[in-house]
């Protein structure tokens, strides 16, 4: 439904329509060029002042948009400038906000690249001081527990989310929605405490498992597949389960065939998402599971090591001399930041190739 | 199969609220039975409470009674899903299972209630309904495409061919062509008429050419204001409504002075 109203549009019919007349425009290319200007003058202004890169892009934008702003207020009018001027701060503050993104990731990348070599991939820290070592036992520990998590979270946040959505009604519904709600916002420390008070009930104050750190992440990943789960099995359209009733189908299995069905692809994600979620928890797996020298791949079975923990104690204690230690926490940054980076892709894998076909 | 529909003192609820009060009326088998009356007046709160589908909703109760050939349907030990496996419905808004084939949306009634059926005489059933529902032809040679990729007069004729192919008794149809084209309309009302010959067929319809067209007998409901519950007005032949009908509202319903 797009109605052509292009200004060159209109000025080939300016006698019939007087209210559509043509108003002069600036051209093209003229908000870049003027936008240019005056970061050209930023520069020069800041260059006067002793030069420093920050004080040019504040001075730049600032007299940018202010240049655009005037230029445009003499050639287009007031509402065409203030169109302008609202771009120009609206694009300001995506760049403010892709400041911190952009850094981060360059940071971490530039100081993470290092070590990220086949001995980090292979070696524990095992007998290691100063150089070498890697982080293969915390790589596997991280995958391990998350892959509990995940086990113990999945079936659980579903399984509730199809309740809310299906079968709850009234009070109880009301109760679990706030509680959800409420559990999302819980400090990850808590979720830990939680899972160490929990085991050390049975076991005593000492006690570091694998199997811990799993459900204290569950506590923390639960209410987030709850919720987004509940959002995406929501949209299934209330005629399909119609539909499949009129058919004589019982509900249980119209939930089974029909409504999980349509929903998989947004379930998909919404796990996937999920689970980026916790994937890089630190506090409740400090608490929980400890951190360990050595290989331990039994999560049943005393201490373990995760990326993040590993991280930490890598940059907190560093020993004699620091450097390769931080080397070796700043690669595990890197891992977990590509760990959620492609756990965010197969998010997006999973809605393109499940999503209902339209056969057009 | 087709079968008797008679309903007795039929007050059907959202929650408090009283939306249809004592409707009786008597659908005959083998024929087509016509609801007509305004917006909001319950013609398809009552179609929907004929296969208990109205209690879907949360908080919806009917009292009164539902009576199919001496068994009443609201009766503390019937199960609404086996009344839901003899009384089909139609909806307004073709609603095919877009996860689905062409092929899996006609069988679903049967694959979703796990009935085991060999290949052939599922794909002798498939085809039989879609012949039932004059769409065989248009999808012959794509069975396996996706039924959302159809156009929305054939995506409808694929929900009737869905509905019949679990061999219903009855087959409830709520304004089954008010998303249709004329064309497609048509082919809809040939097919009624075909369908009549099998089953019971109720519609509930806006467009009172097409129940004079298909039907043998038509109810029209009213309701006398806003919040007020609707009612059956007339209940008669569908020659007699459109010529002589016996209340002063149907009248001037159907001549278009309503209001």
Known sequence: MSTDLRPDAVAATPARNPALRSRRQLPRFAPTGLFGLGVLLGAGLSAATGFSLTLTVVYGVVLGTLVLYVVARRVEGGRKAFDRLVTCLVTCAFGIAMVPLVSLVWTVLENGVRRLDGEFFNSSMLGIVGEGGGAYHAIAGTLIITLLTALISVPIGLLAAIYLVEYGTGRLKRAITFLVDVMTGIPSIVAGLFAFALFALFSGPSIRLGIMGAVALSVLMIPVVVRSSEEVLKLVPNELREASYALGVPKWRTILRVVLPTSIAGLGTAVTLAIARVVGETAPLLVTVGLVNGTNLDPFDGRMSTLPVFAFYQLTQPGVPPEPAIDRAWTAALLLIILVMALNVVARLISRFFAPKTGR | ?259
């Open chain 2, 1 to 259: 199969m087709a079968k008797r529909i008679d309903v007795s003192d039929l007050d059907i609820y959202y929650g408090s609220f009283l939306a249809v009060q004592s409707v009786n009326v008597s659908i005959e088998p083998r024929s087509i039975t016509a609801l007509i009356g305004p917006s909001g007046c319950g013609k398809s709160t009552f179609l929907r409470s004929l296969n208990r589908m109205h209690e879907v909703i949360p908080g919806a109760r009917v009292e009164g009674k539902v009576v199919m050939d001496g068994q009443d349907l609201y009766g503390s030990d019937v199960d609404p899903v086996d009344v839901r496996r003899q009384i089909g419905m139609v909806f307004q808004r073709p609603n095919p299972f877009p996860t689905m084939s062409i092929y899996d949306n006609v069988a679903a009634g049967l694959r979703l209630n796990a009935k085991k059926m060999r290949k052939s005489d599922l794909d002798d059933l498939v085809e039989r309904s879609l012949r039932g529902a004059n769409l065989w032809n248009e999808v012959k040679d794509r069975l396996n495409r996706p039924g959302s990729g159809l156009s929305g007069g054939q995506q409808q004729r694929l929900c009737i061919a869905r509905a019949i192919a679990v061999e219903p008794d009855v087959l409830l149809m709520d304004e089954p062509c008010s998303a249709l084209d004329p064309i497609s309309t048509l082919a809809i009302e040939d097919l009624m008429t075909e369908l009549k010959e099998r089953f019971t067929i109720v519609i509930v319809t806006h467009n009172m050419q097409q129940a004079a067209r298909v039907s043998e007998s038509t109810g029209f409901f009213n309701l006398s204001g806003v919040g007020q519950p609707g009612r059956l007005i007339e209940f008669n032949p569908t020659e007699k409504i459109f010529s002589s009908p016996d209340e002063k509202a149907t009248e001037d319903y159907i001549s278009g002075r309503f209001g």
